[in-house]
C-alpha cells in the first residue's frame, strides 16, 4: 500500500499517547477509589465490575482514529481489475512427438482440449491467433475475436515433424503488433507456447527468439507436457514397428521463460493441462492497478467511532 499524503502518518502517534494517558487515568482512578473505601465492601455496593467490557469503546475509538488518519493520508492499493482487451498467441507444438498418449488422448489431443477451453473463458474483446510449429512455424489463425475461427484453427493442427521453437515464438509475438484496441492503442499482447521438448530444426534460435520477444514487451508463458514414460510407435517399410522414446525436455522452456519475462509451467496429465490454462486465462484476463482506496478508510472509520460511542452510552450511560 502506497500513500499520496505520507506526512499524514505522523498523527497516528497519537494514538499510543492517547492509550498512555488512558492507562495512567485508570491506575491514578483505582488509586483514588481504594483510598476512600474497602475494595472487600464494594460487592456490596456494586452488582458486578464492569470488567473488561469498560474498554471496549476506548478500543472501537482509537481504531476509527487510526482509520481517520489513514484515511487523510489517500492510500493507494493495487486491485486486480477485468481486462477487456487484449491479444493471445497460442503457439502448439505439432512435431511427431506431439503424438504420445501417455497423456489421454495423446499430448496434441490435450492441447488442443485445453486451447479451446482457455479460449471460451478469456474475455470476449480478447483476440486469439493460433501458430502451429513442427519443422516449420506457420500461422493457423491471426488473432480473431471470432471463437469458432479459434476453435476451428485448434481442431485442424495435425503431427509434423520437427521442432522449430524459436521459429514459433518469433512469429507469434510478430503476429500481434499490427493489433489494436478500440481507443486506437496498442493491446497488451503475450504468448503461450505448449511443447514437450527441445529445439530440433527451425531458423532462429529459442534464446534469440525469446530476448526479441523481450525487446517487444511479449511475455511468453511457456507450458512443457508429458511424462518420462512418453514413446512414439512408428511403422517401418517392410511392416516392422519402431517404438521411440520422447520424454518432456524443459531447458528450452524454461529458457524462453526466463528471457522473455513470462513464466514455465509443467503439466504431466490434461487435466493438469487445464488447470495451467484456467490459471492463465486468469491471469491474463485481469491487470493489476493502483486504485485510491481513502473512501474504505473514511467509512470504516465513521463504522467504528459510531460502535464506540453507541458502546458506551448503552453499557455505561456516558459517551467516550
Given at each position: 500500500m502506497t500513500f499520496d499524503w505520507p506526512i499524514a502518518l505522523v498523527a497516528l502517534l497519537l494514538v499510543p499517547a492517547l492509550i498512555a494517558l488512558y492507562i495512567a487515568r485508570e491506575r491514578r482512578r483505582t488509586a483514588f477509589a481504594s483510598g476512600f473505601t474497602n475494595p472487600d465492601l464494594l460487592p456490596n455496593v456494586v452488582d458486578r465490575k464492569p470488567g473488561a467490557r469498560r474498554h471496549i469503546p476506548l478500543i472501537l475509538l482509537l481504531l476509527g482514529l487510526t482509520a481517520v488518519v489513514l484515511g487523510v493520508a489517500r492510500p493507494h492499493a493495487t486491485v486486480s481489475v477485468k481486462r477487456e482487451e487484449a491479444t493471445v498467441v497460442m503457439a502448439v507444438d505439432v512435431s511427431r512427438s506431439m503424438k504420445a498418449e501417455d497423456v489421454e488422448p495423446t499430448r496434441l489431443g490435450a492441447a488442443q482440449?485445453?486451447?479451446?477451453?482457455?479460449a471460451a473463458d478469456v474475455p470476449e474483446k480478447f483476440r486469439i491467433g493460433v501458430v502451429s510449429f513442427a519443422t516449420r512455424a506457420v500461422p493457423a489463425l491471426l488473432p480473431t475475436e471470432d471463437r469458432k475461427l479459434v476453435d476451428d484453427a485448434i481442431d485442424a493442427l495435425s503431427p509434423g515433424e520437427g521442432t522449430a521453437?524459436?521459429?514459433?515464438?518469433?512469429?507469434?509475438a510478430k503476429l500481434g503488433q499490427e493489433q489494436r484496441t478500440s481507443d486506437g492503442a496498442a493491446p497488451p499482447r503475450s504468448v503461450l507456447l505448449i511443447s514437450d521438448g527441445a529445439r530440433d530444426g527451425g531458423a532462429v534460435a529459442p534464446q534469440e527468439a525469446a530476448r526479441q520477444a523481450k525487446r517487444m514487451n511479449v511475455p511468453v508463458y511457456t507450458v512443457l507436457l508429458g511424462t518420462p514414460d512418453g514413446v512414439v510407435e512408428e511403422t517401418l517399410p517392410g511392416g516392422l514397428r519402431q517404438i521411440i522414446r520422447v520424454p518432456p525436455s524443459p531447458d528450452t522452456l524454461e529458457q524462453i521463460a526466463q528471457l522473455s519475462g513470462g513464466e514455465f509451467f509443467t503439466a504431466t496429465d490434461a487435466d493438469g493441462l487445464k488447470r495451467v490454462y484456467e490459471?492463465?486465462?486468469?491471469?491474463?484476463?485481469?491487470?493489476?492497478?493502483?486504485?485510491?482506496?481513502?473512501?474504505?478508510?473514511?467509512?470504516?472509520?465513521?463504522?467504528?467511532?459510531?460502535?464506540?460511542?453507541?458502546?458506551?452510552?448503552?453499557?455505561?450511560?456516558?459517551?467516550?
Open positions: 482440449e485445453a486451447a479451446k477451453v482457455f521453437i524459436g521459429d514459433a515464438v518469433a512469429l507469434s490459471e492463465l486465462g486468469s491471469r491474463l484476463g485481469s491487470r493489476d492497478e493502483s486504485r485510491e482506496v481513502g473512501d474504505y478508510f473514511a467509512g470504516g472509520a465513521a463504522a467504528l467511532l459510531l460502535a464506540g460511542g453507541a458502546l458506551s452510552a448503552l453499557w455505561f450511560r456516558r459517551v467516550v
